[in-house]
């Protein structure tokens, strides 16, 4: 059994003009202990709102129905009731923009404590003294607990983000974005850190980006998402090197490489609307490979390696067939 | 194209010679009335390249490391302080706002966001004629034909689909299409792109890329800027790498990428993201963040952070010049080359 | 065009752009009920006093009873100190307060809007003086600079008008600037300038529209403290006296001693029009306001309530 386990997750959103948009269509996932697992895809493509449901963080417009299993429990049972106890103290996050996110007018130190002292798990000296470790772990003297958010640089408050995300020492660490704004040589340290951190810790990392060449360097195993679903999920070298289905291809010749001397094309298209049922492949009019299946039987994800599953028709038909 | 610029005889479209630009840092009220001496950030602090037509020269570097304000500079958005800007032949370091209207058409910036760039209250055809009414260029149905001609050029075709939207009826990969072609009614000679692909999905980033590659051909000048060194290896004819403010290193973008002189450039190289998970190289990662360009160390401004600095570079504030290893046309800032 | 790949037509409707914004007149009421039913009581004042010859049950200069004759079948509001119809006093009356207050709102929209366009747009000494100037207008007491305008200017309608807007531009000057320094940042705006557009075309192009609905809002709000002051100048006996308004009504009755007589309908009736249709332009400016101004309402991860679903109820 998996450390965290998630069996057919939907999210719909109730959309302020009528009818709803369904953010999340059926995502399945296992997550190990200790694993770096990197959820990818563009905007839009549900990755973040799967993961904010893993921490039952959506808002009154958002309605759930799956399984989301944390050592065997399903904490989803009882909506808010059951996972808010594991919040933070099981799973915990760093946001998108999380080093935007601190408060201006309270001390680092004081908003790292917070978290310890909801889940009472340290108050007063003994939160403190945790605190100082945690800002020493990630990178930052202990003494700077005492400085207030402006007073650290971008890089400094992202760090500052991963301590606060650890506070209450959890077993899995969902990272959304986390370099995004980041200068690269910046990018570099907190990757760096993220990967020591979870080999340190035993912590599951999930990253969740739409930068695939961050994945492949940090992550073993990976998903793609595309209109909410997963489309293929494997080992980061596999998806690379052997991707069984279209878009992990397209996505991966789309992103420039430094040394790549291939032809950089964009996939035409765009992702299709989550707002109306979606018939078919939902990658099918953006797909070089289509064929007349497609349009009207929706993929299922299926194994079609060790470790490596796809949703994708053309795993069923013989080689040779498509070109 | 490295060929096809050197085939490119002329004076270069843009020559920026020793461009210095500074600003104030603010002194807040108890500095200013204790009468502290004013400070200044040297954004740009002796920045020199050319470019010519038919080029695209990627600048390239961290946030804080001069780019935007040297393309600002160029486009005298902001004035600057030292250095002198040739265009096209003319100096256009110390021109009047008239002579700038007239200047403007010719040279035009593309930006970062394009959910920003565009105003949420103009359709695509009114942002698209904009420019030829504000330069009073052409008729009604000339400026429609532009409009439509530009759209076109960068994809939107046919132009008819789009005319009509508002930018929120858009993705984001055809806003920024609106905002090229919105600079190219005006046919400009220069074309400054500043971060044009950042805020895109991966998925549209190389169409948009590859309209500015187009554009290119045709003649156009083209500065990138851009703190993402994939992009400008494969797109860019030449790289600059920016830091603090100083050029460290600038070639062929395929020389800087593969025979990296400054060591500073060897490192950001090292920590960029590979897309094959087999090549996991060992990244150098430099400790620490670019100084506050206020306090500009001396010497070399990147020895504090140099994993090869010797005393020396304590001292001496290195030129540009060619190292001995590098191909024709590849400088670099760095006494240890 | 080799490289460029052309994006097909079909393709564009795969992508499905996002549905038209619905107009912002009707995101207003759909969201925010009590700015239908301030409009719905404006109007209704509205078309009374345009109507006002036409329903009014009587000449209201014309004497038609005893002095503060009660309310009766003939006359619902009563007779005031002169034997006049107070009903149809008060429907005349509603011409000069609503001309009055939405005359001197828009003075004060004029004037505020164009100091805070200039203010937040050019900045530096502009911004400097003007805000100063504005300033100084915060701080002269109301009431005393009305008595004092209105008795060198003299005691017209114009005047009440001129002198209502010029006290109350500053509020719409100082939200306008606030606005404007912000969008002046906005990426299209730089790039409006940096293709060589003029300051006139950057600011009457791009720079007001985007202004104009809180600057509609503010002066919604404005016309009913311009009413209300209005009041306040003819109940101290500052206003024009051939014109009949809601606070000359409220005067004439307190001058002529109503409230010990106990003609309570004299003075409580064009009291009520007076609350009723300050309450009516609050309720819209505000709504209003709150629309343009979403960081007002509750936050997206404030509440965590989501809700379960079977999945089986959507098995289809």
């Given at each position: 059994?998996?450390?965290?386990?998630?069996?057919?997750?939907?999210?719909?959103?109730?959309?302020?003009?009528?009818?709803?948009?369904?953010?999340?269509q059926?995502?399945?996932?296992?997550?190990?202990?200790?694993?770096?697992?990197?959820?990818?895809?563009?905007?839009g493509?549900?990755?973040?709102?799967?993961?904010?449901?893993?921490?039952?963080?959506?808002?009154?417009s958002?309605?759930?129905?799956?399984?989301?299993?944390?050592?065997?429990?399903?904490?989803?049972?009882?909506?808010?009731?059951?996972?808010a106890?594991?919040?933070?103290?099981?799973?915990?996050?760093?946001?998108?923009?999380?080093?935007?996110?601190?408060?201006?007018?309270?001390?680092?130190?004081?908003?790292?404590?917070?978290?310890?002292?909801?889940?009472?798990?340290?108050?007063?000296?003994?939160?403190?003294?945790?605190?100082?470790?945690?800002?020493?772990?990630?990178?930052?003297?202990?003494?700077?607990?005492?400085?207030?958010?402006?007073?650290?640089s971008?890089?400094?408050?992202?760090?500052?983000?991963?301590?606060?995300?650890?506070a209450?020492k959890?077993?899995?660490?969902?990272a959304?974005?986390p370099?995004?704004?980041?200068?690269?040589?910046?990018?570099?340290?907190?990757?760096?850190?993220?990967?020591?951190?979870?080999?340190?810790?035993g912590?599951?990392?999930?990253?969740?980006?739409?930068?695939?060449?961050?994945?492949?360097?940090?992550?073993?195993?990976?998903?793609?998402?595309?209109?909410?679903?997963?489309?293929?999920?494997?080992?980061t070298?596999?998806?690379?090197?052997?991707?069984?289905?279209?878009?992990?291809?397209?996505?991966?010749?789309?992103?420039?490489?430094?040394?790549?001397?291939?032809?950089?094309?964009?996939?035409?298209?765009?992702?299709?609307?989550?707002?109306?049922?979606?018939?078919?492949?939902?990658?099918?009019?953006?797909?070089?490979?289509?064929?007349?299946?497609?349009?009207?039987?929706?993929?299922?994800?299926?194994?079609?390696?060790?470790?490596?599953?796809?949703?994708?028709?053309?795993?069923?038909?013989?080689?040779?067939?498509?070109? | 194209?490295?060929?096809a610029?050197?085939?490119?005889?002329?004076?270069?479209?843009?020559?920026?010679?020793?461009?210095?630009?500074?600003?104030?840092?603010?002194?807040?009220?108890?500095?200013?009335?204790?009468?502290?001496?004013?400070r200044?950030?040297?954004?740009?602090?002796?920045?020199?390249?050319?470019?010519?037509?038919?080029?695209?020269?990627?600048?390239?570097?961290?946030?804080?490391?001069?780019?935007?304000?040297?393309?600002?500079?160029?486009?005298?958005?902001?004035?600057?302080?030292?250095?002198?800007?040739?265009?096209?032949?003319?100096?256009?370091?110390?021109?009047?706002?008239?002579?700038?209207?007239?200047?403007?058409?010719?040279?035009?910036?593309?930006?970062?966001?394009?959910?920003?760039?565009?105003?949420?209250?103009?359709?695509?055809?009114?942002?698209?004629?904009?420019?030829?009414?504000?330069?009073g260029?052409?008729?009604?149905?000339?400026?429609?034909?532009?409009?439509?001609?530009?759209?076109?050029?960068?994809?939107?075709?046919?132009?008819?689909?789009?005319?009509?939207?508002?930018?929120?009826?858009?993705s984001?990969?055809?806003?920024?299409?609106?905002?090229?072609?919105?600079?190219?009614?005006?046919?400009?000679?220069?074309?400054?792109?500043?971060?044009?692909?950042?805020?895109?999905?991966?998925?549209?980033?190389?169409?948009?890329?590859?309209?500015?590659?187009?554009?290119?051909?045709?003649?156009?000048?083209?500065?990138?800027?851009?703190?993402?060194?994939?992009?400008?290896?494969?797109?860019?004819?030449?790289?600059?790498?920016?830091?603090?403010?100083?050029?460290?290193?600038?070639?062929?973008?395929r020389?800087?990428?593969?025979?990296?002189?400054?060591?500073?450039?060897?490192?950001?190289?090292?920590?960029?993201?590979?897309r094959?998970?087999?090549?996991?190289?060992?990244?150098?990662?430099?400790?620490?963040?670019?100084?506050?360009?206020v306090?500009?160390?001396?010497?070399?401004?990147?020895?504090?952070?140099?994993?090869?600095?010797?005393?020396?570079?304590?001292?001496?504030?290195?030129?540009?010049?060619?190292?001995?290893?590098?191909?024709?046309?590849?400088?670099?800032?760095?006494?240890?080359? | 065009?080799?490289?460029?790949?052309?994006?097909?037509?079909?393709?564009?409707?795969?992508e499905?752009?996002?549905?038209?914004?619905?107009?912002?007149?009707?995101?207003?009421?759909?969201g925010?009920?009590?700015?239908?039913i301030?409009?719905?009581?404006?109007?209704?004042?509205?078309?009374?006093?345009?109507?006002?010859?036409?329903?009014?049950?009587?000449?209201?200069?014309?004497?038609?009873?005893?002095?503060?004759?009660?309310?009766?079948?003939?006359?619902?509001?009563?007779?005031?100190?002169?034997?006049?119809?107070?009903?149809?006093?008060?429907?005349?009356?509603?011409?000069?307060?609503?001309?009055?207050?939405?005359?001197?709102?828009?003075?004060?929209?004029?004037?505020?809007g164009?100091?805070?366009?200039?203010?937040?747009?050019?900045?530096?000494?502009t911004?400097?003086?003007?805000?100063?100037?504005?300033?100084?207008?915060?701080?002269?007491p109301d009431?005393?600079?009305?008595?004092?305008?209105?008795?060198?200017?003299?005691?017209?309608?114009?005047?009440?008008?001129?002198?209502?807007?010029?006290?109350?531009?500053?509020?719409?000057?100082?939200?306008?600037?606030?606005?404007?320094?912000?969008?002046?940042?906005?990426?299209?705006?730089?790039?409006?300038?940096a293709?060589?557009?003029?300051?006139?075309?950057?600011?009457?192009?791009?720079?007001?529209?985007?202004?104009?609905?809180?600057?509609?809002?503010?002066?919604?709000?404005?016309?009913?403290?311009?009413?209300?002051?209005?009041?306040?100048?003819?109940?101290?006996?500052?206003?024009?006296?051939?014109?009949?308004?809601?606070?000359?009504?409220?005067?004439?009755?307190?001058?002529?001693?109503?409230?010990?007589?106990?003609?309570?309908?004299?003075?409580?009736?064009?009291?009520?029009?007076?609350?009723?249709?300050?309450?009516?332009?609050?309720?819209?400016?505000?709504?209003?306001?709150?629309?343009?101004?979403?960081?007002?309402?509750?936050?997206?991860?404030?509440?965590?309530?989501?809700r379960?679903?079977?999945?089986?109820?959507?098995?289809?």
């Open positions: 059994m998996s450390l965290l386990e998630v069996h057919d997750l939907h999210v719909w959103f109730d959309l302020a003009r009528g009818g709803e948009l369904h953010a999340v059926g995502v399945d996932l296992g997550l190990d202990a200790g694993e770096r697992f990197g959820l990818v895809g563009e905007s493509c549900g990755k973040t709102t799967t993961i904010l449901a893993l921490m039952g963080l959506l808002p009154p958002a309605s759930v129905s799956g399984r989301v299993l944390l050592d065997g429990e399903n904490v989803l049972a009882r909506g808010e009731r059951s996972v106890p594991h919040r933070w103290r099981d799973v915990a996050m760093v946001f998108q923009g999380a080093m935007n996110a601190f408060n201006p007018v309270k001390r680092v130190g004081e908003q790292i404590a917070e978290p310890m002292e909801l889940h009472g798990i340290a108050e007063g000296r003994d939160a403190r003294r945790q605190v100082g470790e945690l800002l020493e772990r990630v990178g930052i003297p202990a003494e700077r607990a005492q400085r207030f958010p402006h007073e650290f971008g890089g400094m408050r992202q760090r500052a983000a991963i301590a606060m995300a650890l209450c959890p077993k899995v660490l969902l959304d974005e370099t995004t704004a980041l200068d690269v040589m910046v990018q570099a340290q907190i990757l760096e850190l993220l990967v020591a951190l979870a080999d340190d810790f912590l599951t990392l999930v990253l969740v980006t739409h930068d695939l060449p961050i994945v492949a360097q940090v992550c073993e195993r990976a998903a793609v998402m595309y209109a909410g679903e997963i489309v293929e999920s494997g080992p070298d596999a998806l690379f090197h052997s991707p069984r289905h279209p878009y992990t291809r397209l996505l991966f010749a789309a992103t420039p490489d430094l040394y790549g001397t291939e032809e950089v094309a964009s996939i035409p298209g765009a992702p299709p609307r989550l707002d109306r049922a979606i018939v078919g492949c939902p990658f099918r009019p953006r797909c070089d490979s289509a064929f007349g299946r497609c349009v009207d039987d929706r993929p299922a994800l299926k194994p079609v390696a060790a470790a490596q599953a796809a949703a994708c028709h053309l795993n069923d038909v013989p080689q040779e067939v498509p070109a | 194209m490295t060929d610029t050197a085939a490119n005889g002329g004076p270069p479209l843009l020559e920026v010679e020793g461009l210095v630009t500074r600003y104030p840092v603010p002194r807040g009220l108890v500095g200013a009335a204790a009468r502290r001496p004013q200044w950030v040297q954004a740009v602090a002796g920045v020199s390249f050319r470019l010519r037509r038919g080029e695209m020269l990627a600048l390239v570097g961290e946030s804080g490391c001069g780019k935007t304000t040297t393309a600002q500079s160029v486009l005298r958005l902001v004035d600057s302080d030292a250095g002198s800007i040739r265009f096209d032949g003319a100096d256009i370091t110390a021109l009047g706002s008239g002579d700038l209207r007239g200047l403007r058409r010719r040279m035009q910036i593309i930006y970062q966001d394009p959910y920003e760039s565009l105003d949420p209250r103009f359709r695509v055809r009114r942002t698209l004629e904009e420019p030829l009414e504000v330069h260029i052409g008729s009604r149905a000339e400026r429609r034909r532009e409009a439509e001609e530009a759209l076109r050029l960068t994809g939107l075709d046919p132009p008819e689909l789009f005319l009509d939207r508002y930018p929120h009826e858009l984001g990969g055809q806003r920024q299409r609106v905002a090229i072609a919105a600079s190219l009614v005006l046919h400009p000679d220069l074309l400054i792109a500043d971060e044009p692909v950042s805020m895109l999905d991966v998925s549209v980033r190389a169409g948009i890329l590859e309209i500015l590659d187009d554009l290119r051909s045709r003649g156009l000048g083209i500065l990138m800027i851009t703190h993402d060194l994939s992009t400008a290896a494969r797109f860019a004819d030449r790289i600059a790498v920016m830091y603090l403010g100083r050029i460290v290193e600038e070639g062929a973008a020389d800087v990428v593969t025979n990296p002189q400054h060591p500073y450039t060897q490192a950001l190289l090292s920590v960029v993201p590979k094959d998970p087999r090549q996991r190289q060992r990244p150098e990662i430099l400790r620490g963040e670019t100084p506050n360009p306090d500009v160390p001396p010497g070399c401004r990147f020895h504090p952070r140099c994993p090869i600095a010797i005393p020396e570079c304590r001292d001496v504030d290195p030129e540009l010049r060619q190292p001995s290893d590098a191909r024709a046309g590849h400088l670099a800032a760095c006494i240890r080359t | 065009m080799t490289s460029t790949a052309p994006i097909l037509a079909d393709e564009h409707d795969l499905a752009p996002p549905p038209r914004r619905r107009s912002f007149v009707w995101s207003v009421v759909r925010q009920p009590q700015a239908t301030g409009a719905l009581v404006l109007l209704a004042f509205v078309l009374v006093a345009v109507l006002a010859p036409v329903i009014a049950p009587y000449d209201p200069r014309e004497k038609v009873g005893a002095v503060f004759e009660p309310p009766s079948s003939e006359h619902w509001l009563g007779l005031d100190d002169g034997g006049f119809d107070m009903l149809s006093l008060l429907i005349h009356g509603a011409r000069v307060s609503l001309i009055v207050g939405f005359a001197a709102a828009l003075v004060a929209m004029l004037i505020g164009t100091v805070g366009l200039l203010s937040g747009y050019f900045g530096g000494r911004d400097t003086v003007l805000m100063r100037l504005t300033d100084y207008f915060i701080v002269i009431i005393p600079l009305m008595l004092v305008v209105a008795a060198i200017w003299g005691r017209s309608l114009t005047n009440i008008i001129l002198i209502i807007g010029l006290i109350y531009w500053t509020t719409t000057a100082r939200v306008v600037r606030s606005q404007v320094l912000s969008v002046r940042e906005r990426v299209y705006v730089q790039r409006t300038r293709l060589g557009a003029r300051n006139g075309r950057i600011l009457f192009r791009h720079v007001l529209p985007q202004v104009a609905p809180l600057l509609v809002a503010i002066t919604v709000l404005s016309v009913a403290v311009a009413i209300f002051a209005e009041t306040a100048i003819a109940f101290l006996g500052l206003g024009d006296p051939t014109l009949i308004s809601w606070g000359k009504l409220i005067e004439n009755a307190f001058s002529r001693s109503a409230i010990s007589v106990d003609a309570w309908w004299a003075i409580v009736p064009p009291g009520l029009a007076v609350v009723t249709v300050v309450l009516a332009c609050t309720m819209v400016g505000r709504s209003l306001e709150d629309a343009l101004n979403p960081r007002l309402r509750v936050g997206h991860l404030s509440v965590r309530r989501f379960l679903r079977e999945r089986e109820e959507r098995a289809s």
